[in-house]
């Protein structure tokens, strides 16, 4: 069975830092690109953001222009696990962050196959 599993989310204050992971189980890790994205309140599924994205293997990896400097992504290959650190937090980055695995690295939603349940990324003061 494919799962994704978010986790990491927390309420931070601007400014801060937090480190999301994603554990992937089910799937033969290095043959999928893993993409980030993020819903805000109020936004429908396919409104979502991408964030970031890493190819399959040890491919490249995006960024969105609005976090690049800030987050950085890196995939743990024994872990089968992806990360999302980020850094310098602002209101503007709130929201339910998932990650997804697919064949091709996008910032384009709809071409995953398969997507976690989100974890809740509240930058507050």
Known sequence: QVQLVESGGDLVQPGGSLRLSC???GLT????AIGWFRQAPGEEREEREGVSCIERGYGRTFYADSVK???TLSRDHAKNTV???MNN???EDSGVYYCAAGVVATFMPNPYDYCGQGTQ???SS
């Open 29 to 32: 890790f290095d043959n999928y």
């Open 89 to 91: 937090l602002k209101s």
């Open 83 to 85: 990360y999302l650190q």
């Open 69 to 71: 400097g800030r987050f």
């Open 23 to 25: 554990a992937v189980y």
């Open 121 to 123: 990324v509240t930058v």
